[in-house]
């Protein structure tokens, strides 16, 4: 069971991204979904979460540019980013609760992952 991010790369200011991140494995459900961020030098910031009822929240940096969303049947969230500016690059991480079975049968409850990141590079 992993969180696979992909969607990164380079923009320019006032650019758009679609970042994506899908859990594979068997998955019996997905409670709450978020996107992070790491500037170099910087701790790691929440950026956006959404429930599994679809209810979202957002950093106050980036409301009214950045929407999430998530399809449950892919097990996929997502995270759409306009008006890039510089001061958003960073490597994103998705992070999200599952519940899934393991490698030795068990169900497992609302264990938390990370994906590996993937760079997101806003410049001219």
């Known amino acids: 069971v992993q969180l696979q991010a992909s969607g990164g790369g380079l923009v320019q200011p006032g650019g758009s991204l679609r970042l994506s991140c899908a859990a594979s494995?068997?998955?019996?459900?997905?409670?709450?979904m978020a996107w992070y961020r790491q500037a170099p030098g910087n701790q790691r910031e929440l950026v956006a979460t959404?429930?599994?009822?679809?209810?979202?929240s957002y950093a106050d940096s980036v409301k009214g540019r950045f929407t999430i969303s998530r399809d449950n049947a892919r097990n996929t969230v997502y995270l759409q980013m306009n008006s890039l500016k510089p001061e958003d690059a960073a490597v994103y991480y998705c992070?999200?609760?599952?519940?899934?079975?393991?490698?030795?049968?068990?169900?497992?409850?609302?264990?938390?992952?990370w994906g590996q990141g993937t760079q997101v590079t806003v410049s001219s």
């Open positions: 992070n999200a609760d599952l519940t899934y079975r393991d490698i030795h049968n068990r169900v497992i409850n609302q264990r938390n992952f």
């Open positions: 494995g068997i998955i019996f459900s997905i409670k709450d």
């Open positions: 959404i429930t599994s009822g679809g209810s979202t």
